[in-house]
């Protein structure tokens, strides 16, 4: 635990540097029709593959927005969206979807179980490291250090970033491979090292049980 704080801790001074335009929620969720046909007009996607992205840190969801625009993560369909977009207002609908409240879903009755448990304890056998450390008890992230919060996210949106992740991860030329992927940020690679000790079956439950997780 006190290595996962002082990790926070660095981070928040790495990023301290970088200032950013403030966004404006409500200019946000005039710039927002475009994106509601895949993330719905209040962020939650009704669809398992595109991510809910209400109530999503806004930290986390610029950065995200940025680094499409930037190539550094890639989705035709996203750079595509992002291409005309100015740093306002990216900054402005980062701020509209994550003053959204997002709707919890709800874990399949056969995996919550196993999910909880590797969600709050990890696999110790393994080495996979429990995902509340990073991402909070309720799954409500960790603002500062730009950790998405997770709970209530699609149990297919987070089945398929911790496939994509595990790939990178056990690959040995994972960072470029990881580049090619429409995967979240991880420029410290945390996710891909974890995510490259975890079973089909374990990626399946934890992605269940935070589909349910309220924050």
């Known amino acids: 635990m006190k290595s996962v704080k002082l990790f926070v801790l660095m ?11 403030a966004g404006d929620a ?13 993330h719905a007009a209040d962020g939650n996607s009704p669809v398992g593959m595109y991510p809910k992205l209400a109530g999503q840190g806004e930290k986390y969801l610029l950065k995200q927005l940025m680094d499409y625009k930037s190539g550094a ?20 609908l980062a701020a509209f979807y994550a003053a959204q409240e997002v709707e919890v879903g709800r874990a399949s009755a056969e995996l919550v179980e196993a999910g909880e448990r590797l969600y709050r304890g990890g696999n110790l ?13 309720a799954g409500a992230g960790i603002e500062a250090a730009g950790f998405p919060a997770l709970g209530g996210q699609q149990a297919e949106y987070v089945e398929q970033q ?10 040995d030329l994972g960072a470029q491979k990881y580049r090619r992927n429409d995967t979240d940020s991880d420029d410290l690679g945390m996710m891909q090292a974890i995510a490259a000790k975890m079973s089909d079956r374990e990626i399946q439950a934890v992605a269940s049980f935070i589909s349910g997780l309220s924050r």
């Open 11 to 21: 981070l928040a001074g790495l990023t301290a540097g970088h200032v950013h335009a």
């Open 26 to 38: 409500a200019a946000g969720e005039a710039k927002s029709a475009v994106c509601a046909a895949c």
């Open 73 to 92: 993560r890639q989705d035709p369909i996203m750079q595509a969206q992002v291409a005309t977009l100015s740093e306002q207002d990216m900054a402005d």
């Open 125 to 137: 056998q393994s080495g996979v490291a429990a995902c509340s450390g990073c991402h909070g008890p």
């Open 162 to 171: 911790l496939r994509a992740f595990r790939a990178a991860g056990r690959d």
